[in-house]
């Protein structure tokens, strides 16, 4: 079975949804047999193969195909540089698509949310199955970030996402949340939609006690650690973080660790450093290899989103948490899929979004109640092994193979 994706973030790049994606094409590839081609853009902090005066280049890594189309590399801090960067991507790519070796399936994730239509064009110019796999819903994403007011051009993404969700043979949601958004709002088919949830590495990602070296380095020995790790972005609610931060100052024992790099950083540091907020650490983003020394300094962890991006986003950040086994403030409204894995998993807290009281009361609780904090661990390790990563890619192996034999058919 031949494979072909289309994303702009792909291997060496450190957004989550490219790490994810090159999981799951190196093990299509190397555990059940598939050609796989990624039509991939090039790194935003350098990396992969050098840049020529072509519109793509060829690379392969790990038995999996990929096309590097040589657009932009801007920092996205800013809207234009965004922007620059996806319609850069969006021509180069297009002309990679003509390149990818007859396809039986294409597959498009939605970075830059325009990428669908070269790959459904691929799709339907190579007789091939067209899957479009929604990490994000347009335009409600783009709407509720802080750097994009653009009423003409939210019209053009619903028009195109609506469009992707029709013409497609199947599409796939991170959860049930987003699969009734799709369906509800988006005008998708319900039986077209299949629900297949972001992942992390059981194998790689054990539970394990606190890292003693990386704890005492960073100033954190003998404080029950909240940590927020990943994307410092515009999606979280990390300004409610610093306002429950303020809240706890009078303990000295709880530590705010944010850990990671994004648009929000900057004003976030500023912040606490204006408000004398000594109890927030911020730490530089990890690399892969070291995230187990980060993730064992935590006791808890915070997934935060703000209110009404529930089912437009699903934070991956998650299921690394509940492979480490430790449990999680789930600052969200009550039907995003964090809480709701919270609640009836039991391996979290679950509180509304932006209310800095509730979420300091949770953390006040937590760092009292050891016992409470090791039960909801054991708990989050033993969840994730509905979300493990072997459990997704064969999800996707037989969601392909069904494509397939049913339009076949």
Not at 73 to 91: C, D, H, I, K, M
Not at 214 to 232: D, E, P, W
Not at 340 to 365: H, M, S, Y
Request: aromatic content about 6%.
């Amino acid at each position: 079975m031949k494979v072909c994706f289309f994303n702009r973030s792909y291997w060496p790049d450190m957004a989550a949804t490219g790490q994810l994606l090159t999981e799951l094409a190196e093990d299509l590839a190397a555990r059940h047999g598939c050609d796989v081609t990624v039509v991939a853009g090039r790194p935003l902090r350098g990396g992969g193969a050098p840049r020529r005066l072509a519109p793509f280049t060829r690379e392969e890594r790990h038995g999996v195909r990929i096309l590097r189309a040589n657009g932009t590399t801007l920092r996205p801090g800013r809207f234009v540089a965004r922007v620059t960067n996806y319609l850069s991507y969006f021509a180069s790519a297009c002309l990679a698509g003509l390149c990818v070796p007859s396809p039986d399936i294409v597959v498009a994730l939605t970075d830059p949310p325009i990428i669908g239509l070269a790959a459904l064009a691929v799709a339907r110019l190579r007789g091939a199955r067209f899957v479009f796999l929604c990490e994000d819903v347009f335009p409600e994403v783009a709407v509720l970030l802080e750097d994009f007011h653009s009423e003409t051009v939210d019209r053009l993404l619903n028009r195109l996402n609506r469009s992707l969700l029709k013409r497609a043979d199947a599409v796939v949601a991170l959860g049930d949340r987003m699969k009734r958004r799709l369906v509800e709002e988006k005008g998708a088919a319900p039986g077209r939609v299949t629900v297949i949830h972001n992942w992390a590495d059981c194998a790689a990602i054990v539970p394990q006690p606190k890292d003693a070296a990386f704890v005492a380095a960073n100033g954190l020995a003998g404080k029950f650690v909240v940590m927020h790790s990943g994307n410092i972005g515009l999606s979280q609610s990390l300004d409610a973080l610093l306002d429950a931060a303020a809240l706890l100052k009078d303990d000295p024992a709880i530590a705010i660790v944010i850990v990671g790099d994004g648009t929000k950083r900057p004003a976030l540091e500023a912040r606490a450093a204006r408000d004398g907020l000594t109890n927030v650490h911020f730490l530089p983003y990890q690399p892969k290899e070291r995230l187990a020394e980060s993730f064992s300094a935590a006791d808890v962890f915070l997934v935060s989103l703000k209110p009404d991006l529930e089912g437009y986003i699903v934070p991956s950040k998650l299921y690394g948490i509940l492979a480490a086994g430790r449990p999680f403030v789930a600052a969200v409204d009550p039907s995003c899929e964090a809480a709701v894995i919270a609640v009836e998993g039991d391996c979290g807290v679950a509180v509304p979004p932006e209310n800095p009281a509730a979420l300091a009361a949770a953390i006040r609780a937590l760092a009292r109640d050891p016992a409470r904090v090791a039960w909801l661990g054991a708990r989050a390790r033993q969840v994730a092994a509905r979300f493990d990563r072997p459990v997704a890619v064969q999800a996707y192996a037989d969601l392909f193979r069904e494509t397939l034999s049913r339009t076949n058919g």
